[in-house]
């Protein structure tokens, strides 16, 4: 998939930010007049991108974002983080999720099976390849699917939930913080958290996502 024009602009600034601060740039979208920014710790790392962190990396980003104003025009700029059940948009997404479940939407409606789902057990910079398990009569088939990446109309990583917690205890924890900038003239300025919120205090092996928005 090839990044627009705009895209590369703010990824060049993200990126040694990112890498500064031990994170990965995950993905860059602009939607509108959302830019989001979607930041993702190293592949191997044991946990996710912590509340601190973006809050952190909305500060940095936004303050660039000032002094290059890559982006024409107001928009908000939002710093999340994939969360367990993440979007695969790139070849390299598909790479970096190897092993994982995931299910695959393809663009073409009239396709016999359109919807994919399995173990994602191989990705080059065009395909992907999903280990797909069908029941029979005579038992189960497990068949290798290879879809072309510019094929796929949505996918993402599917997370195997663990049993229901007991009674009395939290069905799942969200983090959020809001971080509200002003905007003088053309200058964008960035603003600091304000305001964070958590719910629930169960642990899962990543965080759901973490967003950061500020507006610009």
């Not at 059940?85 to 479940?101: C, M, V």
């Not at 038992?139 to 990446?149: H, K, M, P």
């Not at 009395?168 to 958290?193: I, M, S, Y």
């Not at 759901?208 to 610009?216: A, D, G, H, N, W």
Request: glycine share 8%; no cysteine.
């Amino acid at each position: 998939m090839t990044e627009t024009p705009l895209v590369q602009r703010v990824r060049a600034v993200v990126e040694p930010i990112a890498t500064d601060l031990d994170l990965d740039v995950y993905d860059i979208e602009q939607r509108g007049g959302t830019l989001r920014v979607t930041l993702d710790t190293r592949p191997g790392s044991p946990g996710g991108v912590d509340l601190d962190q973006l809050a952190l990396a909305t500060r940095l980003i936004g303050r660039e974002l000032d002094h290059t104003d890559p982006v024409p025009g107001k928009y908000t700029l939002e710093v999340t983080s994939p969360g367990v059940e993440r979007a695969l948009r790139t070849p390299a997404h598909f790479q970096r999720e190897i092993g994982k479940s995931v299910t695959v939407r393809l663009a073409d409606v009239t396709a016999e099976q359109r919807r994919i789902e399995g173990v994602l057990v191989a990705a080059d910079d065009r395909t992907a390849t999903i280990r797909v398990t069908t029941s029979k009569k005579d038992g189960a088939e497990i068949l290798d699917r290879v879809v072309e990446i510019a094929a796929i109309d949505r996918a993402r990583t599917v997370f195997e939930w663990g049993p229901q917690p007991k009674p009395g205890k939290a069905t799942g924890a969200r983090k959020t913080a809001k971080a509200t900038g002003t905007k003088t003239a053309d200058k964008k300025t960035a603003g600091a958290a304000t305001a964070a919120e958590q719910t629930g205090s169960e642990t899962v092996p990543h965080p759901v996502p973490e967003t950061i928005k500020e507006s610009s």
